[in-house]
């Protein structure tokens, strides 16, 4: 569903994505791991059209730079770490915006676009906060919002930035639930970055590594969660340990005192 091959992004005269090759299945969750600064937003960015880059992007066989913008944001929804949130609108409007690509040049919403928003804040637990402005909004409740607009599109790829770091594990577990779900009913495509390692590897079915740029391991979780590769490219010692569902789960370990 989604290829890239070579995929080269260079910001402030620095290649700070460097030839990443990646492929995702229709239907597959992608989680993009790394240390601050390796370029998982970089990499998602360019996914979704924000960021230029060189090399080749296939989104469901189709080059993505000869996309116009409301065809690209029909087939990809991005929801990125940190949005600029205009204070003053409300959740609802908000959310609404991600039905922009199916509404006509100086359109209405339709009912159905309605219905959709609505829904997916009602599964979001944001139903009753629909007429708040979202500078009234805490921490993780504007980190919710961003997410429903961007299921609010109802694009076959989506792309998560960071998506549960402002939110307690309650709703880590309802966001990744929810689109793990939407992944397995419709045939979603996810690729989502995660600092959280364990979290990524019971989520995800591929790994990407991205340090320095590059992307230095992929394959299944269990290939990529491995204690060298965590000391190597984090600088963490970490125990790596199958949890209660066989996958890896990574627990830092405390120096000695
Ligand atoms: N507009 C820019 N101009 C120059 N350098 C940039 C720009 N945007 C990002 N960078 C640099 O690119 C590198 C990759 O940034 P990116 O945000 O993709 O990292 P990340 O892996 O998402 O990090 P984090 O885990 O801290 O969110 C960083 O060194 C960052 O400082």
Known sequence: MISVSGLTVTLGGRDVLRGVDLDVRRGGWLAVIGPNGA??????????GVLDGQ?????DGTPAAGLSPRRRARLVAFAPQTPALPPDMTVYDYALLGRTPYIRYLGRESRADREVTAGVLDRLDLGGFAARRLGHLSGGERQRVVIARALVQQAPVLLLDEPTTALDLGHQQQVLELVD????????????SLHDLSLAGQYADTMTLIAGGAAVAS?????????????????????VAAGPDGRPHVHLMRGDR
């Open 39 to 48: 370029g998982k937003s970089t990499l998602l960015r360019a996914l979704a």
């Open 55 to 59: 090399g080749e992007i296939l989104i």
């Open 181 to 192: 779900r939407l992944r397995l009913a419709d045939r979603l495509t996810v690729l989502s």
């Open 219 to 239: 394959g299944p979780p269990a290939a990529v969660l491995t204690e060298e590769l965590i000391a190597d490219h984090f600088g963490a010692t970490v125990k």
